[in-house]
């Protein structure tokens, strides 16, 4: 081996380090290459050895050296092989391509066998290289020839192709299935051999199981031998294995099972019934067309057990029971069910059969069966049914009942109206001739004897009788009966029929009727009588008549003139008010168009003056509406008096009034008129002896300037009042453009607020009061806020106005109460002590009969304590009905419920309704709290507030409290809890529980 190194040929490796590696590497495959069984030599283009591997040296007996540098001639003794492997390295030094060969060898050890060997080039810098590979075959050849015999064994045809697709062997049953001599084919590639393959779907076949090495399996038809072969190719990388045989009886009876299996389908699919077919466990296989185009079904919803879809409910667990129970004794049967039409959109009947087909031994190989449509039948069946019932009833309401008597039986039959009539419900007692005609009135039997012998000598006939029964309960009837004698083919008797007819009721009938026409000969008579008689007294009443005509005249007359009169009251009283006696809206609108129109020609204005009486709500609740009335009677009269005789007052409905002033040649001449009359509303009024004062909100509105239509006035001076109101009412507003905006904020506000609370958009927002006592906070005033998607952030101020004017402020308000309920509960839970709650109360909720209830609802919902929660009240809300609203507040204090007066201080407050009012806290009034410094008018007053109400046992509430000042001097005064932004703004709730988790009492004051 030496003298030899791969690095022949190479570049020379540039460093040392370089050069260590690239030998180690280098050992590594000589190493390699000498553990190999196979031999392996490398020859260069000199025709020397340069390498040869330990088992090629074995073979031959020598050393490395002893091979290295000599020529193949000297080693191989067989001059032939010599030659041939000479040429053969020769051939592939100069073309490249790789040699192939086997042959047999014997070295100088006497080591013999077959080699197989591969030569293949190795071209390098210095020149090229043979590289041989070789192995001793013999045992595969003994292996192959095992093999061989094996193939020439069996039944199917056998051939094997090499890469080239060309045969290398081929066994005795594909030689004779291909008409062809083996070793003729040895050698020659399949396409040559067989041409026309090439052009059959043998020949991709071959190609991609070599290309995939994937078997592949085909049937093709070779024209030249007229026979159809079953291929199937095994591919590997030397060869491709190929059994074939001849299928083609195999394909003319599958040609021939599928033309069978197609009149199968032909035949079934031209039969009416629908046809199908299951394998042994009754699974279905096969449909026909029928079933498909009634059921609608598609065939993957049919196949299997999918026939019960289509099955009536009703009839499905009877149908199904039958199936498997001829499934399990494999026995046919028969069976009505109902199949649903998708296209009909209807259930119908069929007539299901079912046969099982069994081999010769009698194994069931499948299920056949058909259901054949019997809906038009069992239609029939229902309708004659339905016929039979009818029949019946009609029987039984005409009271006819029905007979056979078969004179060659003697056999009698009845139907059950029959045995009715006759008195009997047991078909024995009466369905027979005997008992027939014992039931027949003895005085009667004879004569129908006598009709029935008639007809029954002639041998045909009818007869028509009327007889008596006697029932078994000793009951009478009258019988009308009808029979004939219906004879046979020969003419002979046979069959007599008749129908017997209850017609007591009938006969009585006809004995009243006669009994009533000699009662009407008498009467007729009498009446002849009775006429004579009236006709002198007619006579003597028409002079009478005469008389009392004349009278009835003069009333007539006399009543029309009243009737005249009453129409006019009655059109008077369809445009006045009927309180007042002012014109109503409908005569006002009237006058008021022609008043425009008037004006239009004239160019002078017109001034609508709509007034509104402030606080009349209080005179109708402490005195009754009946007082109520007076005074809305007193000031129209006052109203009628200040105005001009051409001017119109009208009562617009309920406490508001609506004038019209003509005429005027200025704007501001409207204005005297309306102060004059808010001059007059203002002066007192006396009740049961009780002086009384109103006031009134009056708005005002020109034409042309602020409308040109009669709803356009009213409409302005409408929003012109309101303003006037909202401002602080007993004033008067005349209309601006600038209103109108104002009313459509207000109308939109309105609009959106009343789907406010479904849409989630109102919100309870909290804020705390700091216990100065406690030292941490136990109570949040709940404050509502409304976020609208249109209108943006609403203030309550806003907010609370509108909602009263709606009438939600009592639903909003509740909802409030029943948030502030529930998240109390809430907080309360989380933090392991009581949390309470502050809900400020409305005029309106104040007023509801059934506040305690809610109130009392709202804390059992929610388990919160009563004393957690305190009710907020303004004075004014208070001062309305005081004696009812200390008897509500007095009932929630009585269940335990706080009460708080909101912004004391600012309205009249009165210490005697203090002193009254069943109270637990006093809030006064944030101005007061802004304006605190040291000795300041609002540090004086709170002084006072808070002495008053410690005086009375109150507790006393700082609100506004926004500075650290504001809070020690509120402090320093005595007040019980602060509340204002310095301690917290009004935040949602999780915010609020989040605050309060972390909250740290404020530092005490110096």
């Known amino acids: 081996m030496s003298g030899f190194t791969f690095a022949e040929g190479f570049e020379q490796v540039p460093t040392e380090f370089a050069r260590n590696q690239y030998d180690r590497r280098q050992q590594a495959i000589l190493a390699a290459l000498s553990s190999v069984n196979d031999l392996v030599f490398i020859y260069d283009d000199h025709y020397f050895f340069v390498y040869a591997n330990q088992s090629m040296l074995d073979l031959w007996g020598v050393e490395s050296d002893d091979v290295v540098g000599h020529a193949m001639r000297e080693l191989v003794a067989d001059d032939d092989l010599a030659d041939i492997l000479e040429q053969q390295i020769d051939s592939v030094l100069k073309t490249g391509e790789i040699v192939r060969a086997t042959t047999p060898y014997t070295s100088p050890t006497g080591r013999s066998g077959v080699f197989e060997y591969i030569l293949r080039r190795y071209d390098h810098d210095g020149g090229a290289w043979v590289v041989g590979t070789s192995r001793d075959i013999s045992d595969l050849q003994n292996v192959n020839e095992q093999l061989s015999d094996i193939l020439e064994s069996i039944t199917d045809a056998f051939y094997a192709l090499d890469p080239d697709f060309r045969f290398t062997y081929v066994n005795r049953r594909a030689a004779e299935l291909l008409m062809r001599d083996r070793d003729e084919l040895i050698g020659q590639s399949v396409w040559e051999a067989f ?162 087909v069994q081999d010769d031994e009698g194994k069931i190989l499948e299920w056949v069966g058909t259901c054949t449509d019997i809906d038009p039948q069992k239609r029939a069946e229902a309708r004659m049914k339905d016929n039979e019932r009818r029949l019946a009833e009609a029987q039984r309401i005409a009271r006819i009942g029905n007979w056979e008597f078969n004179v060659k039986t003697g056999s009698f039959s009845c139907s059950p109206e029959h045995m009715r009539i006759f ?36 041998g045909f006939g009818e007869y028509d009788i009327e007889y008596r029964i006697i029932r078994p309960d000793g009951e009478q009837r009258v019988i009308h009966t009808l029979a004939e004698l219906i004879p046979d083919e020969s003419g002979e008797p046979s069959l007599m029929v008749g129908t017997v007819h209850d017609v007591t009721e009938r006969k009585e009938i006809e004995q009243s009727l006669e009994d009533y026409a000699h009662q009407q000969a008498q009467l007729s008579r009498q009446l002849q009588q009775l006429n004579e008689s009236l006709e002198q007294q007619v006579e003597a009443r028409t002079s009478e008549l005469r008389r009392l005509s004349e009278n009835l005249e003069q009333m007539v007359w006399e009543r029309t ?120 509303i203002v002066d ?78 109102l919100q309870v927002h909290f804020q705390p009061q700091w216990n100065v006592r406690e030292d941490r906070v136990e109570m949040f005033e709940a404050l509502l806020r409304w976020f609208n998607p249109v209108l943006g952030s609403v203030s309550p101020a806003r907010l609370i106005p509108i909602a009263e004017e709606i009438g939600m402020i009592n639903e909003i308000g509740n909802w409030v109460l029943d948030e502030a309920c529930h998240e109390a509960s ?115 007053v709170v002084q006072v507030i808070v002495a008053l109400t ?34 917290g703004y009004p935040t949602d709730s999780a915010t609020t529980l989040a605050w309060l988790k972390s909250f740290t009492p404020p530092d005490p004051p110096d």
């Open 561 to 680: 003139a009243e009737l005249e009169e009453s129409r006019a009251e009655l059109a008077h009283q369809a445009q006045h008010d009927s309180l007042t006696g002012l014109p109503n809206r409908t005569l006002f609108e009237d006058r008021l168009e022609h008043a425009i129109a008037s004006a239009e020609r004239s160019g002078k204005i017109v001034a609508v003056v709509f007034l509104d009486l402030d606080g009349f709500k209080m005179v109708n609740d402490t005195f009754g509406h009946a007082a109520g009335d007076t005074v809305l009677c007193t000031v129209a009269r006052r109203l009628q008096e200040r105005l001009r005789r051409n001017d119109t007052l009208a009562r617009h409905g309920g406490d508001e009034f609506i004038a019209i002033l003509e005429g005027l040649l200025a704007p501001e001449d409207a204005l005297p008129v309306a102060q004059d009359l808010l001059r007059t």
């Open 950 to 983: 410690r005086g009375i046992g109150l507790e006393v509430v700082a609100e506004g409290v926004e500075t650290v000042s504001q809070r020690e001097r509120v402090i320093e005064l005595g007040c019980d809890r602060v509340q204002g932004f310095l301690l």
């Open 684 to 761: 007192p009024y006396t009740i049961e002896g009780r002086p009384i004062r109103l006031s009134a909100s009056i708005g005002v509105a020109l034409y042309p300037q602020d409308a040109q239509t009669v709803a356009g006035l009213q409409r302005s001076s409408d929003v012109a009042m309101y303003r006037a109101k909202v401002s602080g009412k007993n004033d008067i507003r005349f209309f601006s453009p600038s209103m109108n905006a104002a009313a459509e904020e207000r109308h939109e506000i309105a609009l959106q607020l009343t789907t406010a609370l479904q849409n989630h958009e």
């Open 423 to 458: 008195g009997t419900d047991d078909p024995a007692d009466q369905c027979n001739a005997e008992s027939y005609i014992l039931a027949i009135h003895p005085e009667d039997r004879s004569m129908v004897r006598i009709q029935r012998d008639r007809v029954m000598e002639q």
């Open 195 to 356: 041409p026309e393959s090439a052009e059959t779907v043998l020949w991709p076949t071959y190609r991609q199981a070599m290309d995939d090495f994937v078997p592949r399996s085909v049937e093709f038809f070779y024209a030249p031998l007229e026979t159809w072969f079953e291929v199937h190719a095994h591919p590997s990388p030397e060869m491709l294995s190929v059994y074939f045989k001849d299928s083609s009886e195999s394909v003319r009876a599958q040609r021939e099972l599928l033309a069978s299996e197609r009149r199968y389908r032909t035949l079934t699919n031209a039969m009416p019934q629908m046809v199908w077919q299951t394998d042994p466990s009754g699974y279905h296989l096969y449909y026909n067309d029928r079933w498909y185009e009634f059921t609608g079904m598609s065939r993957e919803e049919s196949l299997g057990f999918g026939f019960s879809l289509a099955l009536h409910p009703q009839d499905r667990e009877r149908t199904l029971q039958i199936w498997n129970r001829a499934l399990r004794d494999g026995s046919k049967y028969e069976i009505e069910y109902r199949f649903y039409s998708r296209e009909l959109d209807e259930y119908r009947w069929f007539l299901g059969r079912a046969f099982p």
């Open 826 to 940: 809430r907080w309360s839970d989380v933090m392991g002590r009581r949390i309470g709650v502050s809900v400020n109360i409305s005029a309106t909720q104040l007023d509801r009969e059934d506040l305690v209830d809610v109130v009392s609802s709202a804390l059992d919902r929610h388990r919160l304590a009563p004393s957690q929660l305190e009710l907020e009240l303004t004075e004014s809300a208070v001062a309305i009905e005081l004696d009812r609203s200390i008897e509500r507040l007095s009932r929630l204090r009585e269940i335990g419920v706080r009460i708080a007066m909101d912004d004391f201080g600012l309205g009249s407050s009165s210490l005697s309704k203090l002193v009254r009012l069943p109270l637990d806290t006093i809030k006064i009034d944030r101005a007061f709290a802004r304006d605190l410094a040291g000795n300041s008018a609002s540090d004086r």
